[in-house]
């Protein structure tokens, strides 16, 4: 398992010289990994699909309870092999819709890391692990996304996604850390057995509204359903697999997961149901009136990530089921619809269904297939799609309070669905022929034709046939998110009953709807100017307001003058620093002023000189010799107290500091004298209070000792179990290996900024 | 921002050589006795820093032959790529791992992940401090 995701990123990271090396296969060849995946992951379904649960566990940071864990269970193995599936038919895809394109092999980079990441975060067991994986898909997204980089609407929207994504992001941290606290674990195998000592807990509503946060931004539920449309600046196969099949589902997968540990309670039943349903009827009813092709599907996604909320709120047997099988047919349509959306741009330059008409001659296989998705997508019988439509009619009808609106919204919602379904399924391949803005003179090659045609077809053989499904994994997956076995099953016909007379009703209604079309858009046209005043008009004052604070606080604190960074740095410490000595009451200890040796006195005349000569002198090269003095006195303070390794540190940090002053100092204008007398008192008696500060702290140190020192077990571990008799040294490489790498980073953070400093200041100046 | 000093320069050239090995031999003997990694690093930067002030930063650069930012990359990812192997071996991430042998000419050698990341934090050090101080000393021409 381990292996298995680890390779996703190392692929990613060869991918460039893999594309480099195989050329027009590239696409091929890099889509072994995903199907190799798939079948990796296949090897899991007969003890799954059996109701077994497996836990793979590698200690990562045991120390703090991290550890990488996966849990592959029905949820998780429906969402690895959705990811891993469709992943293969992208990047294939992929390979022929971005051919000659000077970035595919940076595409291949993005898109292999993003897949890693999803199915990381579909995986994982450890919340910390899963969060990781979680922020990492928003990264990677981000970038794809803002893959045309050259067009600023592509950079503007790929930032509004992930200000979106991150800014929930930051409220799941919150939220899981919470989860984990109310659990008593971090593992999401012991937190879902626990569900009712977390619904008891103190914090759950807290935690629970952060975590609905992060999963409603994630997959775009109303208010924050803006994103994903204009998401769609990114190019189609992206499109595809992130705001379709995977990606914008990692919300709905959260909720899933957590139905056993957090759902079952009212507010989880009203949010969940609520909200889905509204994100339902808005998505539907947007992508109704639009026209552009994407935007047309990126609205209906949002409509299928109303419905699995909605779904996973209601949270019955039935509802569950419903949205496991929901889940899966819309990432079949929905991801060979986008595939099919990338054909009619790539082969007839169609970007909007206006422009499209009359085309099944011309793509005759394209057509075949697009037409079938788009039965699945309106919920015809006898594809999948209807079989997810009407257990989700009937689990809706079941609701156990709220019914009515509920069913209100799901009927509106089917009858636009087979509206929104014609306008794909019918609108660009029959009627008269409409002039393409590129005339195709030929079908899709095998690589674009290969996704469309498999996803489709799959909405076939599981819709003739959906105990193939149901007993694969579907049942499985609603186990994992019941928590419990399911009994229900998925069938093609259920009688003839209510859901079924709303089928009918609803495709009667939406042919209706379709063949008006062009009347209802224009009755429609005052949504627009609604649209103005909807949340994303919210986000961008929002971000408008977030400049404005920003420009003003760097103006109060960066205001270019050193003299009042080092002033407020210096106050704010020795504030903090004093407050919390008051509030601890901490004690200061006496001195032994008889122990003091003849060489200690020395040395500490030697400081004070040094230390008063560089304030008082006129000469800046004097200064900074005092100051190389001070540093090489205190090396020998080190060395006197038997601490060899940093005595030498200091020696070579002193020497590098004077000769990167002396570097400095050829740049500065003459010494003047600017200050008044009264600023440098006010100057001295900060610097009075910092040092006073410090010299209490230490002293104070001296004596308080909470713990018994840590340094024993140093001494006595360094040669078992460091190998190493620098101890210092063992502490840094071995014990404190992460604090050091830590420390390493910062060190290079900082070169970077200095180099940024002098380098983009000296080209702003030509 | 040639000093023009015979002196240094001879003793730059003399020095270089010396001084690198010596910061090498800081950093292999670092876990035993004092040196590691960062004194090493600074050793280097310093002889290095020597060189640009005896001679000019043309040359500095060219002896150096590689970029001091690809060198305090390369470190970063050698410091990371060392807590790697503990989790193959199913132990904690960074957990150090040894590994024994005997080698004709040397006798018997220890090589660890611990070493590998001393040589990381070595290269950061080098690449730091040479980014900042090549790019000061450019900058002032």
């Keep these: 398992m381990l292996y298995a995701i680890l390779s996703t990123f190392l692929l990613a990271a060869a991918a460039p010289a893999v594309h480099r090396l195989t050329g027009r296969a590239s696409g091929w060849v890099l889509g072994l990994l995903p199907a190799a995946l798939f079948v990796y992951f296949l090897s899991f379904l007969p003890a799954v699909s059996s109701g077994e649960s497996i836990v793979l566990a590698w200690p990562w940071l045991p120390g703090l309870d991290i550890q990488l864990s996966f849990l592959v269970d029905g949820l998780s193995l429906l969402f690895a092999l959705l990811i891993s599936g469709i992943g293969f038919f992208i990047v294939t895809y992929a390979g022929r819709y971005l051919e000659g394109d000077r970035d595919l092999g940076r595409f291949y980079v993005i898109i292999l890391a993003f897949m890693g990441s999803m199915l990381g975060l579909v995986l994982a067991d450890n919340l910390v692990a899963m969060f990781v994986f979680w922020e990492l898909t928003s990264i990677t997204s981000y970038l794809l996304i803002g893959y045309n980089h050259e067009n600023a609407d592509a950079r503007k929207y790929a930032l509004q996604g992930l200000f979106v994504t991150v800014g929930g992001g930051l409220a799941l941290l919150a939220g899981i850390i919470m989860l984990a606290m109310a659990g008593g674990s971090w593992e999401l195998s012991e937190i879902l057995n626990n569900g009712d000592v977390v619904r008891e807990h103190a914090l759950y509503l807290p935690l629970l509204l952060l975590i609905l946060i992060g999963a409603f931004t994630k997959s775009a539920q109303v208010p924050f359903h803006f994103w994903l449309p204009r998401a769609m600046a990114a190019p189609t196969p992206v499109s595809a697999y992130l705001h379709s099949a995977t990606m914008v589902k990692a919300g709905v997968y959260l909720l899933a997961r957590l139905n056993p540990s957090l759902g079952g309670t009212d507010i989880w039943f009203t949010t969940l149901a609520l909200f889905g349903a509204v994100t339902m009827f808005t998505g539907v009813f947007l992508a109704f009136r639009s026209t552009g092709v994407k935007k047309v599907l990126a609205y209906s996604t949002v409509m299928a990530l109303g419905t699995l909320t909605m779904l996973i709120g209601i949270g019955t047997e039935t509802a569950l089921l419903a949205a496991m099988a929901f889940l899966l047919a819309h990432s079949l349509y929905k991801g060979a619809l986008f595939m099919v959306a990338g054909i009619l741009d790539h082969e007839a330059g169609a970007k909007d269904f206006l422009q499209t008409g009359g085309l099944r001659s011309a793509l005759p296989v394209t057509a075949a297939f697009a037409i079938l998705a788009a039965l699945s997508l309106g919920g015809v019988i006898p594809l999948f799609g209807f079989v997810a439509k009407e257990l989700m009619l009937e689990a809706v009808l079941d609701a156990p309070s709220l019914g009515g609106i509920l069913a209100l919204l799901a009927v509106l919602t089917a009858i636009l669905g087979v509206a929104v379904a014609a306008i794909v399924g019918i609108r660009p391949w029959f009627g008269p022929k409409v002039d393409t803005p590129k005339t195709p003179h030929h079908d899709a090659p095998v690589a674009m034709l290969a996704g469309p045609a498999v996803l489709a077809s799959l909405g076939l053989i599981f819709g003739l046939g959906p105990g193939l499904a149901d007993e694969g994994l579907i049942n499985a997956a609603a186990a994992s998110v019941q928590g419990a076995p399911v009994d229900g099953y998925l069938a093609l016909w259920h009688g003839i009953n209510w859901p079924l007379a709303i089928s009918a009703f609803s495709l009667v209604a939406g042919g209706v709807l379709y063949w008006r079309w062009e009347q209802a858009r224009r009755a429609l046209a005052w949504v627009d100017r609604a649209a103005e005043y909807g949340p994303e008009k919210g986000y961008f004052k929002m971000m408008d307001g977030l400049v404005a604070l920003s420009e003003w606080q760097t103006r109060v604190l960066q205001n270019g003058y050193l003299r009042y960074y080092v002033i407020v740095i210096v106050a704010m410490t020795a504030g903090l620093v004093g407050v919390t000595a008051q509030l601890f009451d901490v004690g200061v200890g006496g001195l032994d002023w008889a122990a003091l040796k003849i060489h200690e006195v020395a040395i500490l005349a030697i400081l004070v000189a040094s230390m008063l000569f560089a304030v008082l002198t006129r000469s800046r090269l004097g200064a900074v010799a005092a100051l190389g003095s001070l540093g090489f006195t205190v090396a020998l303070v080190y060395v006197l107290y038997s601490a060899a390794d940093v005595g030498i540190t200091q020696v070579l940090v002193e020497t590098l500091t004077v000769i990167l002053l002396v570097l400095v100092l050829f740049r500065l204008p003459g010494f003047l004298n600017l200050s008044s007398t009264a600023l440098r008192v006010r100057d001295a008696g900060i610097a009075l209070v910092m040092g006073g500060m410090i010299t209490l702290l230490i002293l104070s140190t001296l004596d308080a000792r909470l713990f018994p020192s840590i340094s024993q077990y140093f001494i006595d571990e360094s040669v078992p179990s460091g190998y190493g008799r620098n101890i210092v040294n063992v502490v840094l490489v071995d014990f404190r290996a992460l604090d050091t790498l830590g420390e390493i980073f910062v060190l290079a953070l900082a070169a970077i900024g200095v180099y940024a400093m002098l380098r983009f200041r000296a080209e702003d100046r030509r | ?141």
């Design chain 2, 1 to 141: 921002m040639n000093m023009h000093s015979l002196i240094l320069r001879t003793a730059g050239h003399f020095l270089l050589p010396l001084l690198l090995l010596f910061s090498v031999f800081l950093l292999l003997r670092g876990h035993d006795e004092p040196g590691g990694g960062f004194i090493g690093g600074l050793v280097a930067a310093a002889a290095i820093v020597l060189y640009l002030f005896s001679m000019d930063i043309q040359s500095a650069r060219k002896v150096l032959r590689v970029d001091p930012r690809d060198v305090l990359g390369v470190g970063m990812v050698l410091a990371v790529i060392s807590a790697i192997p503990g989790v193959f071996r199913g132990e904690a991430f960074f957990t150090a791992q040894w590994w024994e042998f005997t080698a004709p000419l040397f006798g018997e050698m220890k090589l660890s992940t611990v070493l590998i990341f001393d040589i990381g934090v070595y290269l950061v050090v080098i690449g730091s401090v040479l980014t900042i101080m090549l790019n000061l000393a450019e900058a002032e021409d």
